[in-house]
């Protein structure tokens, strides 16, 4: 079944680009195809208009729209990892050239911003000890990229 979602991300010029490094960086992704602009468009005719693509077997849409619009971390995209070997890739790969944040957040180096946390990351925060819950809290605060055992052991007041 087709998704009746999909994000579209506005691009100036660099939709395709971003595809083909968003589909090296994550697993079961491709292109679907993509389009171009013809004659009498608002873009230069043969520049590449859309890039459907999947990433991870879900469906997205870059779009070179023109310069008008930025990313900024209003809309975000969170990619949720099986353990810190995970956490690790996705930060190096989608890092590279971009701009590392805190607490987990980064914007790759086409301005999208990226969330890379770890599945179970509720249970560190809304564990039963609250106390437990306020020093994870604190660490994460401190940190770039996550690091689960940290966040842990916080929790656990080790």
């Not at 590279?96 to 179970?120: H, M, N, T, Y």
Request: contains cysteine; proline residues 4%; glycine residues 10%.
């Amino acid at each position: 079944m087709e998704s009746r979602i999909m994000p579209c991300l506005w691009f100036d010029t660099q939709a395709e680009e971003a595809a083909n490094f968003y589909i090296s960086v994550f697993p079961n992704s491709r292109i679907l195809d993509v389009s171009h602009y013809g004659e009498g468009g608002p873009r230069e005719a043969g520049m590449v208009m859309t890039v459907r693509y999947e990433l991870n077997e879900n469906p997205f849409l870059a779009l070179n729209g023109g310069p008008q619009f930025k990313f900024d971390e209003a809309v975000s995209f969170t990619v949720t990892c099986d353990d810190q070997a995970e956490i690790d890739h996705y930060w190096e790969r989608l890092s590279e050239g971009g701009r590392e944040s805190q607490c987990g957040w980064l914007d790759d180096r086409f301005g999208v911003a990226w969330q890379i946390v770890p599945k179970g990351m509720g249970e560190i925060f809304a564990g039963a000890d609250p106390g437990g819950a306020q020093r994870a809290m604190k660490a994460m605060l401190g940190m770039r990229k996550l690091d689960l055992q940290a966040l842990r052991d916080a929790a656990a007041g080790e």
